[in-house]
């Protein structure tokens, strides 16, 4: 007999389950399914590593004293690892032939290679990396001149950190001309989006946060390592969002070295690459040792993934156990049988999302409500929808013996490691998750969640993401286009279930989400895109609807109020719910 048995119409009511019941059928070879999951127990800690970028000008001091022992002491100081150089000058006559680069790093004990941006009458004018760690290749970029200005360049390597291959570009964009910078680092974009590792650009970009498509280009695909500017957003777009600007700019400002008023110096890193969260590891050191000042960010680079861990998502039949009741297994058609049990749709419902939502001056009451008029229209016969309280998730865990049970975490930041370790439970157990935009971002205390940003980012399929509100870059989800879908048997007929009926991108009314990078073995469903539909990136650093196995995560915010009244974004909503249940039309 079901926990929830009281059909629930319109009018929404919070479900408090007492006690767990006794799990029937065995949950689909239970033991088999738990012993499939990761381990509970806290993963090993990833990889730290401090990264700095330093425009150097030649060793020459903004008290005009010339040394390069000064510049070697100050990255000792920092403990930087990885440090991208710029103006850099190999054994010229300009710096009474020194060979710059090498000479910090025999200082150091470090590895270092040259980045050639043009010649002199003796040696070279570089862009320089120096390395803690093994360089195992390199090469140099000659980047776009359209207005025949001091030529420009990026250098490309590929560190060895302890296994993990890295890919780190140094650059310094053109000073005078922002058109011809655009188009540098547009040609930077490209050919670092190509780079299959774990990557950071640092330099000198010469373009400050805000109304810059230099930074833009670069915040498309990769996070900006700066404490306050660690969003994906269009610069030109967040410069009109008034009082946000403000904090924008506070900081990390690396051009006046005894007054700093301008930041052009950056390290940006790919979305897979952590940014350290703790007070100071991002910063901006003081320094005489040349015109700019040096700004350094710890990182934490990606584990090596072992794989897929959570049952893969089959056309497997119904099932049945020995007891009579319903053996829940991946997602599957739902059996017609007259003794089959129905399915379940539980809504969580959290005080603290409610707290966030009121801070932020949104109606997280009209969204619960949205969802469940959703839901009740599924026809035919739709699931029976109740909500139930973030504390009391683990009933749901004896509800999946029963029958198909979807859990639908709309926007749930806020969770508690409690409720998180439950919702783990649960899919265990066998059950099926509905995951919207910020669900488990954060938790109740704002702290930011679990080794990818998200607290459950691996039973979402997400092995990194980003919160982007771009316009129009993500005004949109769109299908992906047949043939890309690659992923298993089936997955094709998986986009095409879920986008029945749906036939233009779906618009967001407030065009911001999170952009994601699947798992291997998870299911791309849908991307980001203008509401032409014209993809925003390449599909591998644009999937905005993921599937894993039992689990659905959509990077934006599907269910809201305001979203559920597009046609397109309803009808999408609902093929998910039947999807996910296996409910035929």
Known sequence: MRLFSEPMRRAARVLAVAGVALMLCGLWTCADAQAEQPTTGSPEPRRRITVMTYNIHAGLGVDSVYSLDRIADLIRAEQADVIGLCEVEQKTQKVNFDDQAKLIADKLGFYHVYGPVFPRSTGFFCNALISRFPILSHRTHQLPNPNRAQPRAALEAQLD?????????????????????????????????????????????NATPTHAPETALMLREHNDTYALHRVLVDSRWLAAQGPFERDYLKGGYTIGVFDPSARIDYIFASHDIGVVGE?????????????????????????????????????????????????????????????????????????????????????????????????????PDGPECVLVSADELDGLVAEVS???????????????????????????????????YQT??????????GEYGFGLADLFGAGLA????????????????????????????????????????????????????????????????????????????????????????????????????????????????????????
């Not at 053109?174 to 490209?190: F, K």
């Not at 488990?440 to 969640?449: G, H, N, P, R, V």
Request: aromatic share 6%.
């Open 279 to 379: 007070i100071g590891a991002a910063r901006v050191p003081r320094s005489p040792a040349s015109d700019h000042l040096p700004y350094v960010a710890t990182l934490e680079l990606p584990r090596k993934q072992a794989g897929q861990v959570l049952p893969a998502v089959t056309a497997a039949d119904a099932t049945r156990g020995t007891s009579g009741s319903c053996v829940p297994g991946p997602v599957r058609p739902l059996s017609t049988s007259p003794d089959s049990c129905g399915p379940l749709v539980a809504v969580m419902q959290s005080q603290d999302v409610k707290a966030w939502y009121e801070d932020m001056g949104w109606y997280y009451e009209d969204d619960l409500d949205m969802i469940l008029e959703m839901v009740a229209g599924i026809e």
């Open 466 to 585: 980003g919160w982007t509100g771009v316009s129009p870059m993500h005004d949109a989800i769109a299908p992906i286009g047949k043939g890309e879908v690659d992923a298993g048997d089936g997955a094709e007929a998986v986009a095409g279930a879920i986008w029945e009926g749906v036939d233009t991108a779906v618009r967001l009314r407030v065009p911001e989400g999170m952009v994601v990078k699947p798992w291997p073995g998870s299911i791309v469903l849908g991307q980001w895109s203008s509401q032409s539909g014209a993809p925003s990136r390449a599909l591998p650093l644009n999937a905005a609807i993921v599937l894993n196995g039992p689990v659905m995560y959509v990077g934006a915010d599907l269910l809201s109020w305001d979203t559920l009244q597009e046609d397109s974004a309803r009808a999408l909503a609902a093929n998910m719910v039947r999807f996910m249940l296996g409910v035929n039309r």
């Open 161 to 205: 950190v302890g296994g993990t291959v890295v890919t780190v570009f140094v650059t310094h964009l053109e000073v005078a001309d922002s058109g011809s910078r655009a188009v540098q680092a547009e040609a930077l974009a490209g050919i670092a989006s190509r780079t299959p590792t774990p990557r950071i650009i640092m330099g000198d970009f």
């Open 402 to 436: 029963e029958g198909p049970v979807l859990l639908v975490l709309s926007n749930a930041r806020g969770m508690s490691e409690r409720q998180m370790r439950t919702v783990r439970d649960f899919v265990a157990a066998g059950g099926r998750v509905l995951a919207t």
């Open 440 to 449: 488990s971002l954060k938790t109740e205390t704002e702290a930011i969640a």
